[in-house]
């Protein structure tokens, strides 16, 4: 399959740091999304890239994405308290019509 | 202020018994979509929809089933032959440009089912 994996599955940063997650996957893709979930709640969309696309910036949030090594990154800039919740990517292929998300990474924000 | 909603927000089933998960948006979309996620892990596709009565299986759509005969409204049931319905059940819904999956998808707050 062409499963998501994020790595690390945990991270615990000080307030004002980055943060840095990964996302890899197996088989070739049209696009990469990376999703926030706060607890017991829905998704939240964050950035989409594209195959074609190499990096994508909005706001505090910077995703790259490396075709080559099958990888994405997702760096959160200057970290709040608010950003402590579960981020998720998501693949997309069209060749088989399908979204394939990984388990996710839970971010916590120490004060 | 458009968004989707969906109720109810705790579920309980009797064994043997179907129930249905209802989720209603106003964006004015044509894509829906439900999730399965179970804790600690990420979502499964069940079941999607691109356009009003229509709508294609996902990963794990045995024991579930869905209806379109709204644009606003994308109805899930889990019947009696599901063996494992305990989970948190996430709808969503996308713009209609280009294929499935090609857009951000606007996510409810989930609806989370337990058996009694």
């Known amino acids: 399959s062409q499963q998501g994996e994020e790595d690390p599955q945990a991270l615990s940063i000080q307030e004002g740091e980055n943060a840095t997650m990964n996302c890899s996957y197996k088989?070739?893709?049209?696009?990469l999304q990376w999703y926030r979930q706060n607890s017991g709640r829905g998704l939240v969309h964050l950035i989409l890239i594209r195959s074609n696309e190499r990096e994508k910036h909005s706001g505090r949030l910077r995703v790259t994405l490396d075709t080559s090594k099958k990888s994405s990154s997702l760096l959160i800039t200057a970290s709040r308290a608010a950003d402590t919740a579960s981020y998720f990517c998501?693949?997309?292929?069209?060749?088989?019509?399908?979204?394939?998300f990984g388990k996710g990474t839970r971010l916590h924000i120490l004060p | 202020d458009g968004g989707i909603t969906q109720s109810p927000k705790y579920l309980f089933r009797k064994e043997g018994q179907n129930v249905t998960l209802s989720c209603e948006q106003n964006l004015n979309h044509d894509a829906m979509y439900w999730y399965r996620q179970d804790p600690g892990q990420g979502l499964r596709l069940i079941y999607y929809?691109?356009?009003?009565?229509?709508?294609q299986k996902g990963d794990i759509a045995e024991g579930y089933s869905v209806s379109r005969e709204k644009k606003e409204s994308f109805p899930l049931t889990v019947t009696s032959a599901q063996k494992n319905p305990t989970a948190f059940y996430l709808c969503?819904?996308?713009?209609?440009?280009?294929?499935?999956?090609?857009?951000?998808?606007?996510f409810g707050d989930g609806t989370r089912l337990s058996i009694l």
């Open positions: 088989t070739s893709i049209n696009n």
């Open positions: 969503a819904s996308s713009p209609p440009l280009g294929r499935p999956f090609d857009q951000p998808q606007h």
């Open positions: 929809s691109q356009i009003v009565n229509d709508f």
């Open positions: 998501a693949t997309a292929s069209f060749r088989d019509d399908k979204i394939i």
